[in-house]
């Protein structure tokens, strides 16, 4: 469970992203949208940078690992395969993948091989967070949505119920 609380990104004087708050679970499908500048890259730099000291901390746990790392499993001791298990465990998301507007620039026909692509990469078990400015894609892979506004959450839900919303349809939609 990656617990993300209150982050605010700033850059000089400017907050890009005000106190926002956001729960991913171990396996979720995370969507985050918004218009240009809303925030949404900013957020996931802000998450992908958290993920890496917890990283790094666990590892830190253990410093054997970091010799060990490049190892195969084998490789290592009865204790050794442990420690990497315990070290995972205090990872906060070991498998979490991110993607920042895969879809830009793709025909469509490429950009649904793509969605499929990430579909079954969550299948086997990955948590994925995915920024999409194009909201109808994100809705429809995604199973939790973010929305963000000018640097603020504006709403959250399951993407099943965003995308019968009426604001969310009339600003992201387009109908
Ligand atoms: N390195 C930076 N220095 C100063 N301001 C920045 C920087 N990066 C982003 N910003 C500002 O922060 C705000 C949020 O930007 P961000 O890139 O997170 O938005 P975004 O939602 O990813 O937009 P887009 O859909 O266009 O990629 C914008 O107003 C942007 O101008
Ligand atoms: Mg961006």
């Known amino acids: 469970m990656l617990k993300i609380k209150n982050i605010w990104v700033k850059y000089g004087a400017i907050a890009a992203v005000r106190d926002l708050s956001m729960t991913i679970g171990q396996g979720d499908?995370?969507?985050?949208?918004?218009?240009?500048g809303a925030g949404k890259s900013s957020t996931i730099n802000a998450i992908s940078g958290r993920v890496r000291k917890e990283k790094e901390k666990s590892l830190e746990f253990f410093p054997i690992l970091k010799e060990k790392l490049h190892e195969k499993a084998r490789?290592?001791?009865?204790?050794?395969?442990?420690?990497?298990?315990?070290?995972?465990?205090?990872?906060?998301?070991?498998?979490?993948?991110?993607?920042?507007?895969?879809?830009?620039?793709?025909?469509?026909?490429?950009?649904?091989?793509?969605?499929?692509?990430i579909r079954e990469i969550h299948q086997e078990g990955t948590t994925i967070i995915l920024v999409e400015q194009n909201a109808r894609l994100g809705l429809m892979i995604a199973s939790y949505g973010y929305v963000l506004e000018n640097g603020e959450l504006s709403m959250q839900g399951r993407t099943d119920d965003l995308m019968r919303d009426e604001n969310v349809k009339k600003a992201y939609l387009g109908v």
């Open 75 to 117: 490789s290592l001791s009865g204790g050794q395969q442990q420690m990497v298990a315990i070290a995972r465990g205090l990872m906060a998301c070991p498998e979490i993948l991110m993607f920042d507007e895969p879809s830009l620039g793709l025909s469509p026909i490429i950009r649904q091989q793509l969605a499929q692509k």
């Open 29 to 36: 499908f995370v969507t985050v949208l918004g218009s240009n």
